[in-house]
């Protein structure tokens, strides 16, 4: 019997070999509406993966496409770099009135770049220069971004290593948990902090997922977080916290940090900001640091203005009330239900689950099952990704706007791959 091999494609012949999400997913799509992909040939896929959170609101969401509609036909300036437009003050107006004023949160905004990378380079570099200080703390299994500075914060052997130089000036501590709880929260980090032997520069600033998402959906607790803001001001040390994935909703207030209770010096937001999948993210930061000179930190696409339109659509249409946050309580409390009877049902494999709001993931004792069951879901209809260093985890990312039928379905489809897989 002879077999024929498969004809290679543009994407094999073309594209480079750092593609990576097409290898998991091994279909060519073709359009997207809600919570569903389609792929060429008409087969339906649900989307618990959401543009790893660029996706909130839905694929192509009805209000948000119309906005962005109306703009391009009016001939809307597309390119502006910083310069001033009625696309970018809409969407400062409606982000201030929307969002930080009635949570009392004094921040500037800076365009920085389209990318969570931009924005977390530009907290770092804003960090540094108004205290004078070279080392920044980050925490185990963090993922900030793929640019130099941001890889030099993330924890992930194998991105860092993709840098092909040194990665300096960062210290990692451990993130809640990471020990056990065997040690008290934060004791090995102020011993080295009060330690002039300890090797550990002042730091300018420490930077934080509130929930990480790429490094295994490890979720702080309110009280950790609350900690380490006080550590923060009384060493000295600006907080960062990067909310570029769990931002804008995935964990129920537009802000992860808001349970907690804290005002963080600066903060990260991008992914789901556009509100449509369209490049754009903020670096947020007190007033009493906005000591930039003009230009001192630029980018060509830091003003995207379609992005801004469908922005201030999102903020208008999910944020003017507390609905969507209900919601996301009340789904994300259907995904936990789901999710413990699942893992009881497998008890003997060491199944165990954790999350926030609608970000969720689950881990085995065999660490390869997570990619299995992910590829069992894909051939059912589903797409969910791993997470974690070793990809261990699989990761729940439904849009917020998920319908309950559409998320039980989700979950079924997860039972089923978990059944087939063990």
Not at 90 to 95: D, S
Not at 191 to 217: F, H, M, Y
Not at 234 to 254: A, K, N, P, S
Not at 340 to 365: K, N, P, Q
Request: aromatic share 8%; with cysteine.
């Amino acid at each position: 019997m002879t077999t024929t091999a498969p004809v290679p494609t543009v994407f094999d012949t073309v594209e480079s070999e750092v593609r990576s999400y097409c290898r998991a997913w091994p279909v060519v799509f073709d359009r997207a509406e809600g919570s569903r992909l389609y792929d060429e040939n008409g087969r339906s896929y649900l989307d618990f993966f959401a543009g790893a959170g660029s996706l909130n609101y839905g694929h192509n969401n009805p209000v948000l496409k119309q906005a962005l509609l109306d703009y391009i036909a009016r001939d809307g300036i597309t390119h502006a770099l910083d310069m001033s437009t009625t696309a970018k003050r809409a969407f400062l107006e409606t982000f201030h009135s929307t969002v930080l004023a009635p949570r009392a949160l004094p921040y500037k905004v800076m365009f920085p770049g389209p990318t969570g990378t931009n924005a977390v380079e530009a907290a770092l570099k804003l960090a540094r220069k108004a205290k004078g200080r070279e080392a920044v703390v980050s925490f185990t299994n963090a993922f900030h971004g793929m640019s130099l500075g941001s890889l030099a914060v993330t924890g992930n052997a194998f991105k860092r290593a993709g840098a092909g130089i040194p990665l300096v000036h960062s210290t990692p501590m451990p993130f809640d948990n990471y020990l056990g709880g065997r040690i008290p929260d934060f004791l090995w980090f102020e011993r080295l902090l009060e330690d002039s032997g300890s090797g550990l520069n002042d730091p300018a600033a420490v930077i934080v997922e509130t929930v990480q998402g790429e490094g295994g959906v490890n979720v702080a607790r309110a009280e950790w977080l609350r900690a380490l803001a006080d550590l923060c001001r009384r060493r000295d040390m600006l907080l960062i916290v990067d909310d570029v994935q769990m931002g804008c909703g995935r964990t129920g207030d537009f802000f992860s940090f808001e349970e907690a209770g804290i005002t963080p010096d600066i903060v990260t937001v991008s992914k789901s900001i556009s509100g449509y999948g369209l490049p754009m993210s903020l670096c947020l930061f007190k007033p009493e640091l906005d000591i930039w000179e003009p230009g001192e930190h630029n980018g060509t696409f830091r003003g995207n203005n379609p992005a801004f339109v469908t922005a201030t659509a999102a903020l208008q249409t999910y944020w003017r009330d507390g609905v969507l946050r209900e919601r996301t309580r009340v789904q994300g409390n259907r995904i936990e239900r789901a999710l413990v009877d699942l893992c009881a049902d497998h008890e003997r494999d060491g199944a165990s689950y954790r999350g926030r709001g609608m970000v969720w993931g689950i881990e085995f004792t065999r660490k390869e099952r997570a990619a299995e069951v992910c590829h069992r879901a894909f051939e059912h209809g589903l797409l969910v990704e791993t997470s974690g260093p070793e990809s261990e985890v699989v990761k729940l990312l439904p849009p917020l706007t998920v319908s309950a039928d559409e998320l039980d379905e989700g979950l079924d489809i997860l039972a089923r791959s978990v059944r087939e897989t063990g």
